[in-house]
């Protein structure tokens, strides 16, 4: 049984650890409220390129584009959107599985992934990691997006991939959160174009044209909403992660205080029986 002064640290080292993870809840809810109100905010504009897209695409049949293309499916590319840091609870280990599923065993994938966590883990598994973004997966730009739309962009009409998915973790609440996997390219399938089809539109310069300004931005637009979405399910994850640790370390302390309390009378009881015990030896 460890003794009264192993206790008394071991309960000193364990609050230690619950100012820490205290601490690191309430950052997290501090920048989980300002990435979530980001990624509400981007959700109307994503919701309304998609509808302009689907619009434009159905009215010229007959234009076409690069990333409009359909070819035979050779190799894949795979988009995965992961966290920098740990601490986290299962978010990483619930992306990683996400993925998993679709790309082991295949020779013919690519990745372009962003997070340390993600990529730590598939380059030590021996994948091909074409690229890869560190450093702001809880702080995503804009300007982070349109880099990696133009990476994708240009690997997909090079003929690099034949097939672009995106991976990445979608924020319903911090303690709701869910990994999918949606098609990026090649742009066929544009959602809610069933009645904004019908729209009539007259292209100047040319239907071409306007393509070439929107398809881009859409896909921007896109893997923007997606950076969003992961950077408050990351925090969400954290912040609860940190406040179920917060709890069981006090579940903890209380139960070696009670065990400090224990022991602390087992001694004194001991010490008193002795006394008793030399005192009725004197007699």
Same mark, same amino acid.
């Given at each position: 049984?460890?003794?009264?002064r192993? @206790?008394?640290?071991r309960i000193?080292?364990?609050?230690?650890? %619950?100012?820490?993870?205290k601490a690191?809840?309430?950052?997290?809810a501090?920048?989980l409220r300002?990435?979530?109100?980001?990624?509400?905010?981007?959700?109307?504009?994503?919701?309304?390129?998609?509808?302009?897209?689907? /619009?434009v695409?159905a009215?010229?049949?007959?234009?076409?584009?690069?990333?409009?293309?359909?070819?035979?499916v050779?190799?894949?590319?795979?988009l $995965?959107?992961?966290?920098?840091?740990?601490?986290?609870?299962?978010?990483?280990?619930?992306?990683i599985?996400?993925?998993?599923?679709?790309?082991?065993?295949?020779?013919? $994938?690519?990745?372009?992934?962003?997070g340390?966590?993600?990529?730590?883990?598939?380059?030590?598994?021996?994948y091909?990691?074409? /690229?890869?973004? @560190?450093?702001?997966?809880?702080?995503?730009?804009?300007?982070h997006?349109?880099?990696?739309?133009?990476?994708?962009?240009?690997?997909?009409?090079?003929?690099?991939?034949?097939? $672009?998915?995106?991976?990445y973790?979608?924020f319903?609440?911090?303690i709701n959160q869910?990994?999918?996997?949606?098609?990026?390219?090649?742009?066929?399938?544009?959602?809610?174009?069933?009645?904004?089809? %019908?729209?009539e539109?007259?292209?100047?310069?040319?239907?071409?044209?306007?393509?070439?300004?929107l398809?881009?931005?859409?896909?921007?637009?896109?893997?923007y909403?997606?950076?969003l979405?992961?950077?408050? /399910?990351?925090l969400?994850?954290r912040?609860t992660a940190?406040?179920?640790?917060?709890?069981?370390?006090?579940?903890? $302390?209380?139960?070696?205080?009670?065990?400090?309390?224990?022991?602390?009378?087992?001694?004194?009881?001991?010490? @008193?029986?002795? @006394?008793v015990?030399?005192?009725?030896?004197?007699?």
């Open positions: 049984m460890p003794s009264a192993d @206790i008394r640290r000193k080292s364990v609050k230690n650890i %619950q100012q820490i993870t690191m809840k309430m950052v997290a501090a920048r300002r990435a979530q109100e980001r990624a509400a905010a981007s959700k109307p504009y994503t919701q309304k390129i998609r509808e302009v897209l689907a /619009s695409a009215s010229t049949r007959d234009a076409s584009h690069p990333l409009l293309a359909v070819r035979e050779n190799r894949i590319g795979y $995965i959107l992961s966290a920098d840091k740990g601490l986290a609870g299962a978010y990483s280990a619930n992306l599985r996400e993925v998993l599923p679709q790309v082991r065993g295949k020779d013919n $994938i690519g990745m372009v992934i962003v340390r966590k993600a990529r730590d883990y598939f380059k030590r598994r021996g091909t990691i074409d /690229s890869e973004y @560190i450093g702001f997966s809880e702080k995503p730009t804009y300007d997006a349109v880099k990696i739309a133009k990476e994708l962009s240009s690997a997909f009409i090079s003929g690099k991939y034949d097939e $672009i998915r995106l991976v973790t979608q319903f609440s911090p869910k990994p999918t996997t949606v098609r990026l390219l090649p742009l066929t399938d544009t959602p809610d174009g069933g009645e904004a089809a %019908q729209t539109y007259i292209f100047e310069p040319s239907a071409a044209e306007v393509l070439d300004l398809l881009p931005k859409y896909l921007e637009t896109v893997i909403s997606a950076l979405q992961a950077a408050a /399910s990351e969400g994850a912040m940190m406040s179920s640790a917060t709890d069981n370390a006090q579940e903890l $302390i209380q139960k070696l205080i009670l065990n400090y309390n224990k022991v602390r009378q087992a001694t004194i009881t001991r010490e @008193i029986t002795e @006394i015990g030399g005192a009725e030896a004197l007699k």
